[in-house]
């Protein structure tokens, strides 16, 4: 899959004792050396899937600071799943064909890599609607102690979600 649109939700506002000690209100706008976080995963994606449109779904200082970068900065809703909602429906409408499968990639991911998106985008069955990656406890734990997250049982032991995924 060589072209690929994105979808990245973009809120994540920041409490006050966090925003003052990061500079900013809103989590896609913390520095990381010389980028925003945000920057950081418009430029992982262009790499990774150039071509592709970008759409950010975020509060007005969020759109304000990416919109040159990206092929359409929406205004946010009132949740996460909406703001995914509002993205797709503006590819859907300015698609020229039917809308192939999306990238959906949380706005928060400092370490997040072009290589990562490809090996997710190469591992996801090209069959299914939906695709999200699900990483191991230990392997969470380990990778990023102390980080919350939210568990689940499955078979293989207790799951979280990883940040970014495939839909169709």
Not at 10 to 39: C, M, N, W, Y
């Amino acid at each position: 899959m060589n072209v690929l649109d994105a979808i990245v939700p973009a809120g994540g506002s920041l409490d006050e004792a966090f925003a003052s000690a990061v500079g900013v209100h809103h989590k896609p706008l913390i520095r990381f050396g010389d980028q925003t976080v945000l920057e950081r995963t418009v430029a992982a994606i262009k790499t990774a899937f150039p071509g592709g449109r970008i759409v950010v779904v975020g509060p007005e200082t969020v759109r304000h600071h990416i919109a040159e970068q990206v092929s359409m900065a929406l205004p946010e809703a009132d949740s996460g799943p909406a703001n995914i909602l509002l993205g797709l429906d503006w590819l859907r409408r300015t698609s020229d064909g039917p809308l192939g499968k999306v990238l959906v990639v949380t706005s928060d991911l400092p370490f997040l890599t072009p290589e990562s998106l490809k090996t997710l985008v190469s591992r996801c069955d090209p069959g299914v609607a939906f695709s999200v990656p699900l990483i191991g406890q230990s392997a969470f734990e380990s990778a990023y102690p102390g980080a919350p997250a939210t568990f689940v049982p499955v078979r293989e032991g207790l799951v979280t979600t990883g940040c970014a995924y495939l839909v169709d």
